[in-house]
């Protein structure tokens, strides 16, 4: 546990400094006059006392045992430091000073010295390049930002130092509480995946946020995101979302993950809900102040003007809300209470001259009302209504409610003091009622990931044979140097590990291409077998449908004359004679890598679907069978695979059975970098891989 | 009839082009030519027959009477290496005799050799086995790469004894011209040989057309379809700073830019120069902006999913290594040899 980082009995600040505009001496009043509870002590060989408190020269010095120190002194001089620190037998560090790996050259090697000695004396260490830490309710704000934010339950994680300040400034101008705050810094020691488990654990932590650029370890941040997600809403921003970035991938599927791809999928994986902007992280952690989750994604909109319940109901509609009426009994109920004027379904638009009695009516028959999961309130200020009464209404029914209330006031000056009792009653409220919606998507999105099912690794028995034999492959090529392998060894490993392929044989001359077709039955496909070809189609290497056998005969003639001509240099073993696949629905199943976060498994339509619209799905491994039925679900042409125009469906069990072949075939063989499955056929019972290519390497 | 054999001891010297240069020149003045093309290298399908392409061609442009394969007797294809290998007697120099026989009407035979001095050998028809079994008169034809050139012409000379008819160089870089006829030519005069010709590196006939980049990077064509037929002498590569771009475009005419579909910035640039295409690497998806521009200019753009270096790497590989197919560069190659070439020279050699 990292309670000696923000609960600690005893602080040392060292390089605490008198000078006003030097970073030490704020650190060092913000933690003596906003009122920590604990003992601090300036370290400042230089000085005597700083704000009337006794310097000491070195933390060794101190006669207190010191759980957390506080570092602002230049970059050089923290090695010794550490070493100090250990003797002094300090638990945590928090170091804000500057000059390490963002530097670059001498940063670099320095912060490698500082996390090796921090490694070797067991101190863990926040930073460096860090802006601090603060716990509201010990009153620490070990930051040089100017002020404590105000007590809440929220606690934040931030890359971004800069960020963290404008946060805190924001937080205390909006009456945002917050519990605990970290500036991650370099990551050097402790990084997002250390304070995701604390505050996981933590009572005073009800919500997280965080705001991340990077994440050190992938598979180690999944597998803590997953546990606490379940727990707590975690929120994050990533920072760096495009594509520019996206890494030249050899294969296909590499290329369609692109860069950020595997963040998306690693948070959806791990139930973290991602917002894109400053403003949605923050709008986002008001919903959740709701203690109430909702049961299902039906939502009723009490609304006293038309406009914003329109805007209310398209929202909801596009994120898959559903604006369901009440049960029939709810709105007998309440039909003869309300003017007939009055719109009963939903939104219940109870019209401009309702007064908070209105409100009433409807507020207490939708808590009660087994179709409703949760219940939005707009409220527009118009002539009569009387808006506080409104918010005690709201507030009246949130003590009894099982289901989750939210607000939306619109309006300015006549509102406010109505708003500040909804919020201070830990009733989100907000204005815009599009924000307002979209906000509580993602508690519905919470209390889906809340009530989802430990994931369940399904175990696809490969026999050990086909195992060894798969490794005795891969051994050989890696061996060889090899790095893109062709149809030949891909198809092999991937018929070790269940998949199907077309019936084969391999011709050396155009009689013995006619001999083998004789035998598979035609009409057959013949591809020119050369390791040194991958893009065979591209080389004029591959003829379709030939269906006798003089076609058979002039296609192998015709083959080898085009490879000859594009490659003259070319090795050529032969021209493979495939079986010809008839019907089916082409897919491409692949698999790529992402440094961060390992393989994913992708699934696509073939064709244009993936090249040019790019509809495919991704999933890191190891994947549950619900996730391998998420994928095929998931893109926009799913409906292709259900049979369009009278057409039989296509065998999707098949398809979440290869998907999880897939996986487990690059979890037992991780060396296994990309695969292309380009095309997979997908039968109405069954499905065969036409082609497929790997990349292997180590990493 | 007289064969005269054109040898070479490295690839794309420019026998092809020079027989038929000359082969037209001679035709002209009443001569009857035929051409032969010992080893094909560019298998074509033709008519149910595999020919060598550039064989063909020469063949059609001479407008010879005779079967196409009385010019490409023999293609090296993966049937012909698997029965060699499998120990069969492929019995192609027989073919090419007999074949040579045939032609005994005509006044003259040009027999392309292989790429080098040994290239058909273990099918009995290297340039050794053949100036041997036919008497041929030799021609070595060499590109100047420097002074080692020579010794090719003076190792053949030896070689092929009183066979030996002398050389032409090829491939000159223009600023070495007036050095090989000053002082080579008159060197290898005094040793023996006679040059017939001093060609010039000529960017015409080394182009490639923007039809062959098409398809040596397997790419789709946006715009400009219309102007597949064109040549491109040079390529650059546009990875610079948009800064320095245009002083490095403007030196370079008709030239290919290889670049990023995303560097709009260089495309811009590089159709503002001499440009004859622009290849778009890495996506295959132009800039709307640009294809504008460029059928505007009426510039091809092709675009392909390789990225930039896999495409030079492909370019580069072909280019000056352009097989003979098109009109305008046999009508380029006649002009020059009726220019540079000593005919006058040649048929007295050959005494007719």
């Known amino acids: ?699 | 009839m007289l064969p005269i054999f054109l040898v070479s001891n490295k690839p794309f010297t420019g026998k092809n082009l020079i027989s038929l240069g000359l082969a037209l020149n001679l035709k002209e003045r009443g001569y009857k030519i035929s051409y032969m093309k010992l080893i094909g290298k560019f298998p074509y399908k033709k008519d149910n027959q595999i020919l060598d392409e550039e064989a063909y061609f020469i063949h059609s442009m001479l407008e010879s009477k005779e079967p196409a394969e009385y010019s490409s007797p023999f293609v090296w294809t993966y049937q012909v290496q698997y029965k060699l290998f499998e120990g069969e007697n492929l019995k192609i120099d027989e073919k090419i005799f007999e074949i040579i026989e045939r032609l005994k009407d005509k006044d003259l035979l040009f027999i392309i050799s292989g790429d080098t001095y040994f290239e058909g050998y273990s099918l009995g028809i290297d340039s050794l086995s053949i100036i041997k079994k036919l008497n041929a008169r030799t021609l070595v034809i060499q590109s100047w790469e420097g002074e080692t050139s020579i010794d090719d012409i003076l190792g053949m000379k030896d070689l092929a004894k009183d066979k030996f008819l002398g050389a032409v160089l090829n491939k000159v870089p223009p600023e070495q011209y007036f050095y090989l006829k000053d002082t080579v030519v008159p060197y290898l005069l005094n040793k023996g040989v006679k040059v017939f010709g001093v060609f010039k590196k000529d960017k015409f006939l080394e182009s490639i057309t923007v039809k062959r980049l098409l398809e040596i990077v397997n790419g789709g064509i946006v715009c400009g379809e219309d102007k597949l037929d064109e040549f491109v002498e040079n390529y650059l590569i546009g990875a610079m700073d948009p800064g320095q771009a245009l002083s490095y475009f403007l030196r370079v005419p008709n030239k290919a830019v290889i670049t990023g579909v995303h560097r709009t910035d260089i495309q811009i640039l590089a159709m503002e120069t001499s440009t004859k295409c622009l290849i778009l690497t890495g996506g295959l998806h132009a800039d709307e902006n640009i294809v504008n521009i460029a059928r505007d200019k009426g510039i091809p753009i092709i675009v392909t999913s390789l990225d930039t270096y896999s495409a030079v790497d492909r370019i580069q590989n072909i280019m000056g290594k352009a097989i003979l197919k098109e009109k305008d560069k046999a009508l380029r190659a006649k002009e020059i040899v009726a220019k540079e070439f000593d005919i006058e020279g040649f048929l007295k050699a050959l005494n007719i």
């Open chain 1, 1 to 699: 546990m990292l309670d000696f980082i923000f609960k600690p009995q005893s602080i040392a600040v060292i390089g605490a400094s008198e000078d006003e505009k030097k970073i030490g001496h704020v650190v060092f009043k913000n933690l003596v006059n906003q009122g920590f509870k604990g003992k601090v002590y300036p370290v400042n060989p230089k000085r005597k006392e700083i704000l009337g408190i006794k310097c000491y020269p070195s933390v060794r010095e101190i006669p207190d045992k010191i759980d957390l120190a506080i570092v602002v002194i230049p970059a050089k001089g923290v090695p010794s430091i550490i070493k100090e620190c250990a003797e002094a037998k300090v638990k945590g560090l928090v170091v804000i000073t500057a000059g390490f790996r963002e530097i670059g050259g001498e940063g670099i090697q320095l912060e490698h010295e500082v996390a090796e000695l921090v490694k070797r004396y067991g101190i863990r260490m926040v930073g460096p390049n860090c802006l601090g830490v603060i716990n509201t309710l010990n009153k620490m704000n070990a930051t040089f930002a100017s002020d404590l934010p105000p007590s809440g339950r929220v606690s934040f994680f931030s890359q971004s130092g800069a960020l963290g300040v404008a946060l805190i400034d924001w937080a205390i101008e909006n009456d945002f509480g917050f519990s605990k705050f970290v500036s991650l810094g370099n990551k050097a020691d402790l990084n997002e995946t250390d304070f995701l488990e604390y505050f996981g654990k933590d009572p005073e932590t009800d919500i997280i946020l965080g705001y991340i650029e990077d994440i050190r370890d992938g598979r180690k941040f999944l597998e803590v995101a997953q546990k606490v997600s379940k727990i707590k809403p975690v929120i994050v921003i990533k920072a760096g979302t495009t594509e520019a970035g996206a890494r030249a991938a050899s294969s296909h599927t590499g290329a369609l993950a692109g860069f950020d791809r595997a963040f998306s999928e690693a948070f959806k994986k791990a139930g973290i809900i991602r917002v894109n902007t400053i403003q949605e992280l923050f709008e986002t952690a008001e919903i959740f102040k709701l203690k109430n989750l909702p049961k299902g994604n039906k939502l009723l909109v009490i609304t006293n003007a038309g406009g914003p319940g329109i805007i209310a109901a398209d929202t909801a509609d596009k994120l898959g809300i559903k604006l369901n009426p009440m049960s029939k009994e709810s709105i007998e109920a309440i039909i003869d209470k309300l003017p007939p004027t009055a719109s009963l379904y939903n939104p219940v638009d109870i019209i401009g001259d309702a007064t908070s009695e209105r409100y009433k009516i409807v507020l207490e028959q939708a808590i009660k009302d087994e179709l409703i999961d949760g219940i939005c309130v707009i409220l527009t200020p118009q002539a009569i209504t009387d808006v506080e009464n409104v918010a005690k209404e709201i507030i009246k029914a949130n003590q009894i409610s099982e289901k989750p209330i939210f607000a939306c006031f619109i309006g300015g000056k006549k509102i406010r003091e109505a708003v500040k009792n909804l919020k201070s009653q830990q009733i989100p409220c907000y204005s815009d009622p599009s924000t307002a919606i979209t906000s509580y998507k993602k508690l519905i999105d919470f209390s889906i990931i809340k009530n989802k099912k430990e994931p369940e690794i399904p175990k696809i028995e490969i026999p050990l044979e086909n195992k060894e034999r798969v490794k005795l492959i891969l051994e050989v090529l890696e061996n060889a140097g090899v790095t893109s392998v062709g149809d030949e060894n891909a198809s092999e490993i991937l018929s070790l590990y269940g998949f199907e392929f077309p019936k084969k044989a391999l011709a050396r001359t155009p009689e013995e291409a006619v001999e083998v077709a004789e035998r598979i039955g035609y009409p057959v496909v013949l591809k020119v077998s050369s390791p040194q070809i991958l893009h065979k189609t591209d080389v004029g290497g591959v003829k379709l449908n030939l269906k006798n056998a003089e076609e058979v005969y002039n296609g192998f003639i015709d083959i080898t004359i085009n490879v000859k001509r594009f490659m003259p240099n070319a090795y050529i073993k032969g021209v493979m004679v495939y079986e010809m696949v008839i019907g089916g629905k082409e897919v491409i199943l692949g698999v790529s890598y992402d440094t961060t976060f390992g393989h994913m498994i992708m699934f696509g339509l073939g064709g244009i679907y993936v090249e040019i619209l790019k509809d495919v799905s991704f999933r890191i491994t190891p994947l549950t069978k619900e996730e391998a039925y998420e994928m095929i679900e998931e893109i926009k042409g799913s409906k292709i695979l259900e049979g369009v125009r009278g057409e039989a469906p296509y065998d999707k069990e098949n398809l979440v059975d290869k998907i999880l072949r897939l996986s487990q075939l690059v979890m037992d063989f991780p060396i296994i970098k990309e695969i292309d499955i380009n095309p997979y056929v997908v039968k109405h019972q069954g499905g065969i891989a036409l082609d497929a290519r790997m990349i292997i390497g180590r990493i």
